[in-house]
């Protein structure tokens, strides 16, 4: 079945620092990739996304790269900022031939210090 | 406008009650969904609407039931829930229901079963 992993959390960084948060799927076919992230006590928000190999997302600051050779969308930001905790989600559609349902991982908790 | 709205943002029911979740949007989208949310985890598909006929119903217990009223109305009703029914209701919405096609969530409707 489809599945994504993200890496396990939580991540706690300072101010200006980097940001990687891995995230690899498995699917039987070509999904789309979306980066979800949830601030807390709301709902979703759609971070950026990609649909096919090689597109490249962008949104904020924050960027992820569709690598079908290594089934990847690895989530990165050159800077990050306290506003930016949060909790990530990785996800994948793909179309089943009757529906496309989103597959979350499990998401993953960063906590940025001033 | 990307704009979904649920009401009510927070709801606290006893375990003999009836209430209705409401979710809305007029983005002309015509695939809706609920999700259901526990803390620390991602969210969990439970009912697809496509052109408002009901596609997909994750198994979920009858005491919950999904009503589509119109392509921009989802309500969601509740009777003799449990309090592990307690969690974060997520509604979303989405152009169609192909891979490349974002989903769109609402905020969320808190509900506290006692």
């Known amino acids: 079945g489809n599945s994504v992993t993200q890496m396990e959390g939580p991540v706690t960084l300072s101010e200006e620092a980097f940001l990687t948060i891995n995230c690899t799927y498995t699917?039987?076919?070509?999904?789309?990739l979306f980066w979800y992230v949830q601030y807390p006590g709301e709902g979703l928000q759609l971070l950026l996304k990609?649909?096919?190999?090689?597109d490249k997302g962008s949104n904020k600051g924050f960027e992820a790269t569709y690598r079908k050779e290594t089934t990847s969308f690895h989530l990165e930001k050159g800077s990050v900022q306290v506003s930016d905790s949060a909790v990530y989600f990785c996800?994948?559609?793909?179309?089943?031939?009757?529906?496309?349902?989103?597959?979350f991982g499990k998401g993953i908790t960063l906590s940025v210090r001033p | 406008d990307t704009e979904v709205t649920q009401t009510p943002k927070h709801l606290v029911m006893g375990m003999t009650n009836k209430k209705s979740l409401k979710c809305e949007q007029h983005?002309?989208?015509?695939?809706m969904y609920w999700y259901k949310q526990k803390a620390k985890k991602p969210p969990e598909l439970m009912f697809v609407?496509?052109?408002?006929?009901?596609?997909i119903n994750e198994s979920v217990p009858s005491r919950f039931s999904p009503e589509c009223p119109n392509s921009s109305l989802l309500n969601l009703h509740l009777h003799a829930l449990q309090p592990e029914d307690s969690a974060l209701y997520l509604c979303?919405?989405?152009?169609?229901?192909?891979?490349?096609?974002?989903?769109?969530f609402g905020p969320g409707t808190r509900l506290l079963v006692l």
């Open positions: 979303a919405s989405s152009q169609g229901d192909l891979h490349q096609e974002t989903q769109y």
């Open positions: 699917a039987t076919g070509y999904p789309s």
């Open positions: 990609a649909t096919k190999a090689d």
């Open positions: 996800a994948l559609r793909l179309y089943t031939g009757a529906n496309s349902k989103l597959t």
């Open positions: 983005m002309g989208h015509r695939a």
């Open positions: 609407y496509s052109y408002e006929k009901l596609s």
